[in-house]
């Protein structure tokens, strides 16, 4: 029973805050999505002081992307992800309730800005009325964005790239077909760039994979786009992306395309088959900014054989830089797994550089033992 109360209690704190924030807008009607847009711009143009204004809607957001977030840590700081671009793809820290908020200017008589804004925090838009059109459809939210991207007028067109962004997170079948069609038509490079990359974010499918393997693989493309190619695939988890992202690895020739490939391989479902691929690589590549960024990820792969690899390479390497990633890299596993080889290695390794960052990293985790450790050395 406590536990259901729990959840209850959790669930009307969600909704209330979300409430909260909506109930000082200026709702608007209409039939359609864009129907109620139409009559806020009406309404805005009409009443809104200093003749600017909100229109805003919310949207059905896929589960696991976090958009306009804050993160209160154990010591009460705060920390916020509020770019405006950013997508994390954590669970923990996943933002369900967003709105697209669009800034009208009536001297200019159009939308001149967009945003995307987490409903469960305060926002103040710039002390501007908003009128709100409530919570849309996909296929209203869908179509009305397309619209702004297909617009030839350049005062909505200009839009384009929020456009883009939202529909990247939008819970729908319809965004990868969407954001493919982007990429293969004739738009701004830099949006179609953008969209390359929030392709990486949508479900798994084997078309996805092969469009942006083709990119990556093209040497007609910008540099830029085959790095958010391969940027985009290392998102993939499945374990069947693996040989793909191996086989990127081993024919691109340059360290940009390379670096994004071990970082989609270290995140890969089979670990193992990961962890094995990044400890040849750490032992055998010839540049050492590759091998460092190996070891880097096998501090993400659980398992022994991914640990073993990082003490080995810390108290066996020849060389100090890859002993210095390797203890970083163990200094960011799991506490269990980290602290007593962070003990050790303060204590006892040769390097004084490497000691250092052994204890820089006992200091991030705020752990009993690590304490009691510096308060050992502070009494010598």
Known sequence: MPKILFAIAFALTIVTA??????????????????????????????????RFWVGYQFEVRPGVAIDFEIVGADGVVSWSNDGWSIMSDSRYETRELGLFLLFETQREAFTRAEVYNLRRE???????????????????????????????????????????????????????????????????????????WLGYTPESQSKNALLADIVRSTQESIDARQQAMAALGMSRAATTLPLLETLYETMTTRELKRPALGGIARSDNRDGAATYLIRVAENERDIEL?????????????????????????SSPE????????????RRPKDEA???LIRT????????????????LGQTGDERAISFFRELLAK
Request: proline share 5%; net charge positive.
């Open 346 to 361: 303060a204590r006892n390794h040769p390097s004084v550089e490497v000691r250092k960052i052994a204890v820089q990293m």
């Open 339 to 341: 602290i007593p080889i």
């Open 291 to 315: 091998r460092k960024s190996a070891i880097a990820g096998l501090g993400r792969i659980a398992g022994d054989k991914s640990l073993g690899a990082l003490t080995s390479t810390l108290d």
């Open 18 to 51: 979300t409430t909260a924030q909506t109930t000082n807008f200026t709702p608007v009607e209409g039939a359609s999505l864009k129907a109620k847009i139409d009559n806020a711009v009406v309404k805005g143009k009409a009443g809104a002081p200093g003749g």
């Open 123 to 197: 926002h103040q838009f710039s002390s501007y009325p908003v009128y709100w059109a409530g919570h849309a459809t996909n296929e209203e939210s869908l179509s009305y964005l397309k619209s702004i991207i297909d617009s030839a007028a350049p005062e909505v067109n200009r839009l384009s790239d929020r456009a883009a962004f939202a529909i990247a997170l939008h819970d729908d079948a319809k965004v990868e077909p969407l954001l493919t069609e982007l990429i293969k038509r004739p738009v701004a490079e830099s949006i179609r760039n953008r969209a390359i990359y």
């Open 320 to 331: 100090l830089e890859l002993q210095k990633q390797a203890v970083r890299a163990i200094g």
